[in-house]
């Protein structure tokens, strides 16, 4: 079972970013409040929770828009300290997390939290291979897309466990954050699998084309 952290956890709340546990972020914090929040995570349990914003948090993003309930708690992986007193970070999810009461507003928002428990399943056995074959196979298809497809490249060396692969391919996917967001609520990793394949097959479907062959003339 997950445990929730030991205090409330600062939040960083972005229009569209959806982190997975397992996956890596790259985030260039510069406003004077996140950067706040940097050094004070650092100095504390070092973690802080990523957080989507609402539609309509445009109207009041320097103050507190609102934000989705489901989050996910980070740890760093890199700082980078900048001249102009930024900070440059590599974070990776650590674990899912609902957003249960904010306790603290300024200079930025802290959390309680209550970690989701994933659904257990066996590594070893053969469905995950033949899953992981799948989805695989399903991400090469897309992989020359680039851009158009991926938000970043979907997987590391390294990564081999199913649920970290499942989660860096939906957290790279260039798919409305809504969707991320419906994945990321799944407490199966088969179930994510299995829509995360769905969406991967839907834009191989959606891709143009290949001009035909005339051998070179016009």
């Known amino acids: 079972m997950p445990i929730a952290p030991k205090h409330p956890v ?3 709340p ?14 260039h914090v510069f406003e004077l409040r996140y950067r706040n929040m940097v050094r004070d995570a650092l100095a504390g349990e070092r973690k802080f929770a990523m957080a989507t914003l609402k539609p309509g948090w445009e109207a009041d993003y320097y103050g507190s828009p609102e934000f989705h309930e ?3 708690v980070a740890q760093f992986e890199h700082v980078e300290w900048l001249p102009d007193d930024c900070y440059n970070l590599r974070i990776r999810g650590v674990e899912r997390v609902l957003f249960t009461k904010v306790v603290n507003e300024f200079p930025y928002r802290s959390c309680e939290v209550e ?3 994933v659904t257990p399943y ?6 995950v291979e033949m899953e992981r074959d799948t989805l695989m196979e399903a991400t090469r298809r897309l992989l020359p897309l680039g851009s158009e ?12 466990r199913f649920e970290a692969i499942v989660n860096m391919i939906a957290h790279s996917l260039r798919i409305p954050a809504e969707a991320r967001l419906e994945m990321l609520a799944m407490d199966g990793v088969f179930d994510r699998s299995r829509r ?3 969406h991967l097959r839907q834009m191989h479907a959606a891709k143009p084309a ?9």
Do not use: M, Y
């Not at 972005?14 to 985030?27: D, E, I, S, T, W």
């Not at 497809?149 to 590391?156: D, E, F, I, V």
């Not at 290949?210 to 016009?218: Q, S, V």
């Open 10 to 12: 600062p939040v960083f």
């Open 14 to 27: 972005l229009p569209g970013v959806v982190l997975f546990p397992h996956a890596p972020l790259a985030l």
């Open 70 to 72: 489901l989050g996910c």
């Open 115 to 117: 970690p989701l428990p």
């Open 122 to 127: 066996d590594e070893d056995d053969p469905l």
């Open 149 to 160: 497809a991926w938000l970043q490249p979907p997987l590391s060396i390294g990564e081999i």
């Open 196 to 198: 995360l394949l769905e």
């Open 210 to 218: 290949p001009p035909p062959d005339t051998g070179g003339r016009n």
